[in-house]
């Protein structure tokens, strides 16, 4: 059986064409079955500049973030093969045993958990290690944009909102960052975890 690890995708990559050939070449490199959480992005920054210039409240641009991560996974399945949309753990766990690859969409379990902060300080690497713990795979992978980062770096601390950490750190979840920019590191993270 392979190995199931949360896989927490960089908004800034979900978009990339040269990314998205990559991580699907890292998946059957290393033999990992991976869950897919992926990064706002552009589509958070579209909440976030709605937040900073009319008048939403944090909680509602919060969710509207949440709900921003779903469009981002949506653009991301576009070339992950034999994906499955999974809104609840339920659909997560039904997937890895069917043999499919489950990309989240978010909002459905973060709002029903609801143990994060309802603020800009919570970031799509929080609702990955919630996710994480959540549907009891203790390992995490958070790929990122990071120039100077070669390899992976088991310090994630360094890289993640402080909420991530703590929920890591708390729980002893099993995480690393790798640089998205290189399918080495992708394979080499994916395999260490």
Same mark, same amino acid.
């Given at each position: 059986?392979r190995?199931?690890?949360?896989?927490?995708?960089?908004?800034y990559y979900?978009l990339?064409?040269?990314?998205?050939?990559?991580?699907v070449?890292?998946?059957?490199?290393?033999?990992?079955?991976?869950?897919?959480?992926?990064?706002?992005?552009?589509f958070?920054?579209? &909440?976030?500049?709605?937040?900073?210039?009319?008048?939403?409240?944090e909680?509602?641009?919060?969710y509207a973030a949440?709900?921003?991560?779903e469009?981002?996974a949506?653009?991301?399945?576009r /070339? =992950?093969p034999k994906?499955?949309?999974?809104?609840?753990?339920?659909?997560?766990?039904s997937?890895i045993?069917r043999g499919t690859?489950?990309?989240v969409?978010p909002?459905r379990?973060?709002?029903?958990?609801?143990?994060l902060?309802?603020?800009?300080?919570?970031?799509?690497?929080?609702?990955a290690?919630?996710?994480?713990l959540?549907?009891?795979?203790?390992?995490?992978?958070?790929?990122?944009?990071s120039?100077?980062l070669?390899?992976?770096d088991?310090d994630?601390c /360094?890289?993640?909102d402080?909420?991530?950490?703590?929920i890591? /750190?708390?729980?002893?979840?099993?995480s690393? &960052?790798?640089?998205?920019?290189?399918?080495?590191? =992708?394979?080499?993270?994916?395999?260490?975890?």
């Open positions: 059986m190995k199931v690890i949360v896989v927490k995708v960089s908004g979900v990339n064409e040269v990314f998205l050939r990559n991580i070449k890292a998946i059957n490199e290393a033999k990992v079955t991976p869950i897919f959480i992926c990064g706002g992005g552009i958070a920054n579209a &909440v976030r500049e709605a937040y900073l210039n009319y008048e939403v409240d909680k509602t641009a919060h949440i709900k921003a991560m469009v981002s949506i653009m991301f399945s /070339k =992950i994906h499955v949309f999974a809104e609840t753990l339920e659909e997560i766990n997937a045993i690859i489950p990309i969409l909002y379990i973060v709002s029903k958990v609801n143990i902060p309802e603020s800009w300080e919570i970031t799509s690497d929080s609702i290690a919630l996710i994480s959540l549907s009891g795979v203790r390992k995490i992978v958070f790929v990122k944009k120039p100077s070669k390899g992976f088991k994630v /360094k890289y993640v402080k909420y991530a950490c703590k890591i /750190k708390n729980y002893g979840l099993s690393l &960052v790798v640089n998205g920019d290189h399918v080495e590191s =992708i394979v080499l993270g994916f395999i260490s975890v």
